[in-house]
């Protein structure tokens, strides 16, 4: 049985190897959406680091069925972690600034067409 110092370096380990992944799909999921809402990814992206994992994105997402599944999977990891703040911190701000920058942005948007409804990838 392995004790709590094991079982976290164990998972830093496997954390290790799903971070790159983590924010790929991020990135995917948030480049899906603004181009769907007509939201220019540049506006979005900022930071060089932003800027380059943006534009070296292969995109696996095709369908609604595949974002969903993209976010179910992302959902799963951050739960699975979400115990270990010592190995999910470090990544947080990479993974929430561009999801909150593409709301802001989508909020902006909104406001100045009068479109106040909920799309139906957050409802």
């Known amino acids: 049985m392995m004790d709590q110092d094991n079982v976290e370096a164990h998972h830093q380990d496997t954390f290790i190897k799903e971070k790159h992944s983590i924010l790929n799909n991020i990135y995917d999921l948030v480049i899906v ?30 369908n609604d069925q595949d974002a969903s599944n993209i976010k179910n999977r992302v959902s799963y990891i951050f739960m ?37 409804e909920i799309p139906n990838e957050v409802s």
Do not use: W
Request: charged share 30%.
């Open 80 to 116: 699975k972690y979400q115990e270990y703040p010592t190995i999910l911190d470090p990544i947080l701000g990479e993974v929430v600034e561009p999801i909150m920058k593409f709301m802001q942005l989508y909020t902006k948007k909104a406001c100045k067409e009068n479109n106040h």
């Open 33 to 62: 959406a603004a181009k769907k809402l007509e939201i220019p990814t540049e506006t979005v992206f900022q930071t060089a680091d932003e800027k380059k994992r943006a534009s070296n994105l292969v995109s696996k997402i095709k």
